[in-house]
């Protein structure tokens, strides 16, 4: 499949070409020849969103527990036109999201390592009930509470700066982009290049672009791993689990947990290469389609270190309250953790293929259709496809509102076994179900304003539109989610 | 099923590729704000979602890594 879609990128290349460059008149030396700026003046984009989800398979917790998340975003970017050819955009932001799951890094209410709340101080009891449930002497969790640990939050912060050239002719554009994001145990530092070339009276837009991202991991190991590594066998002896009972499948006491499995990751360093072809081209005075081909090489740490996994081969020890056991992968379960075996092991490269074609028709001057497919594999063994479909409606000259409809299905990574239901013989495995097989639809809309006079004026700058979307989604695997996004868009 | 694939992509390569010239007074349909073939600047955190909770990702003409994407 590779080397047909290599070939394909090859073809549509070179129809492009074939279809000639547009001759350019030779000019005299003294002739004054008009060039539009190719951006006239600073423009400001706002962004921001509110994106909240819940689900039933926490990847923390090795496929099973509540996958609540919260996620609160903002973005602005400022294009400032340098001279007649050049721009220079400026984008930054941050996400600030609070997550159940990575919360549970450390599920333990209680405990030297992690949230102590609860363990060994909390014994309110002062008979009014409020501390029923929590009066108990030994730390315990759940993969359906979210935990306090310091894990639960966390911001991150990105910026990115893009500088493009025009030629003369406005027919070739350059582009040279850098980017960097930080959040608590990750950063990432990218670079790129690209070029875009117009032909056919620019109809025809051939692009290549390459990109390069050195991100490198913090490593984060739940909390039973991280005493393993740090202790060795001893562990059940010393740090967090001093005196803390391990109860076995049936709730008795055992001194039996150990997760020989579990070593510390040696390289904490992922980095991503990617080559993105474009094709657009205008096919009549209504219609107009581009085709997208990435070529993606990811290699490093592609594991999430903070992900488990529980062997079906290996005995199961808890810690928590025995009478949970039996209802652990359920909601019902307040007050027990089942310890890892092992976090998630993935192969340290991955190799991604994805394939998109958009389609937009200029139906009449109310209605227009928006449509975008993709085709996805990469060597991991996971298969996609992504339909959409955008139905702006005109309400006049600057209202327009779009329903939108989103398909996608996905065959599952050859490396990916529910909860519980790996063996410890694999060489590679996961719980996450971001890579299982499942379908999922996107329903929403939205609505947008657009004024070319810029009539509402905030300081120096014009509001030329703005855009409100919001969008449910629904996972067959029971993760659902909304997410609402502002967009504004202010003019000098 | 991928070789179908691949015939598709072909053909509609071929067909891109022998288009006749609209002229640029003829584009007033085209350059509609609508009709823009890039995502829209508020599909970006979609997008992103997107990548975190799909195994897929690329080929929409925009940011094709960097990040963690594991919360």
């Known amino acids: 499949m590779g080397k047909h879609l290599l070939l394909f990128a090859l073809l549509f290349t070179i129809t492009a070409f074939a279809q000639g460059t547009d001759t350019i008149p030779a000019t005299d030396s003294t002739e004054v020849v008009f060039k539009k700026r190719v951006l006239e003046t600073t423009e400001v984009d706002i962004l921001s969103s509110y994106y909240k989800q819940q689900g039933i398979h926490s990847a923390v917790g090795g496929g099973t527990g509540t996958e609540e998340l919260t996620d609160a975003t903002a973005d602005i970017i400022i294009a400032i036109p340098l001279n007649d050819d050049n721009v220079l955009t400026v984008d930054a932001g941050f996400s600030a999201y609070t997550s159940a799951s990575s919360g549970n890094i450390n599920p333990f209410f209680g405990g030297n390592t992690g949230a102590s709340r609860r363990y060994g101080n909390f014994r309110d009891d002062d008979d009014d009930d409020d501390d029923d449930d929590d009066d108990y002497g030994t730390p315990y969790g759940s993969p359906w509470v979210a935990s306090t640990g310091a894990s639960q939050k966390d911001v991150l912060t990105s910026i990115s700066g893009t500088f493009s050239h025009s030629s003369d002719d406005r027919n070739i554009v350059w582009t040279a982009n850098a980017s960097g994001s930080i959040e608590y145990d990750y950063h990432s530092v990218g670079f790129g290049a690209g070029l875009a070339k117009l032909f056919n009276n620019k109809n025809t837009e051939v692009s290549v672009k390459a990109n390069a991202y050195l991100d490198k991991w913090k490593p984060i190991y739940p909390t039973e791993l991280h005493e393993y590594g740090l202790y060795g066998s001893d562990f059940l002896t010393n740090g967090y689990f001093n005196g803390v009972p391990v109860l076995d499948q049936y709730g008795e006491g055992s001194s039996s947990y150990l997760p020989t499995a579990f070593r510390p990751f040696t390289n904490s360093n992922r980095n991503s290469y990617s080559l993105s072809f474009g094709f657009s081209q205008v096919l009549t005075q209504k219609l107009q389609a581009s085709i997208f081909l990435d070529v993606l090489l990811q290699e490093g740490l592609l594991s999430t270190p903070y992900q488990r996994v529980y062997f079906a081969d290996r005995a199961n020890y808890y810690i928590g309250k025995p009478q949970y056991i039996p209802v652990y992968t359920s909601a019902e379960n307040k007050g027990v953790y089942k310890l890892a075996d092992d976090v998630e092991r993935l192969p340290g490269n991955r190799f991604k293929v994805p394939i998109g074609l958009r389609l937009n028709y200029y139906a009449n001057d109310l209605h227009v259709v928006r449509t975008y497919y993709r085709y996805y594999t990469d060597d991991w063994g996971l298969r996609s496809h992504t339909a959409s479909v955008e139905l702006p409606v005109k309400l006049g000259q600057r209202f327009t509102v779009y329903p939108m409809y989103r398909f996608y299905t996905q065959k599952a990574s050859d490396h990916f076994a529910p909860h519980d239901k790996h063996y410890s013989f694999e060489k590679y495995y996961t719980s996450d179900h971001d890579l299982s097989s499942f379908d999922s639809h996107q329903y929403g809309g939205g609505f947008s304003y657009t004024d070319i006079f810029q009539s509402f004026r905030i300081l120096y700058f014009g509001l030329k539109s703005a855009d409100i979307r919001f969008s449910h989604y629904e996972r067959s695997d029971s993760l659902s989610s909304n997410i609402i996004t502002i967009a504004l868009k202010f003019v000098q | ?71």
């Not at chain 2, 006749?20 to 995502?39: C, H, R, T, W």
């Open chain 2, 1 to 71: 099923m991928e070789r179908i694939t691949c015939i598709l992509l072909i053909t509609i390569a071929l067909g891109l590729g022998s288009c006749s010239s609209v002229k640029e007074y003829e584009k007033q349909y085209i350059n509609d704000p609508e009709m823009v073939l890039n995502a829209k600047s508020s599909e970006r955190y979609e997008t992103n979602f997107q990548v975190y909770r799909e195994g897929a990702s690329g080929a929409n003409g925009g940011k094709t890594g960097g990040g963690c994407g594991c919360n």
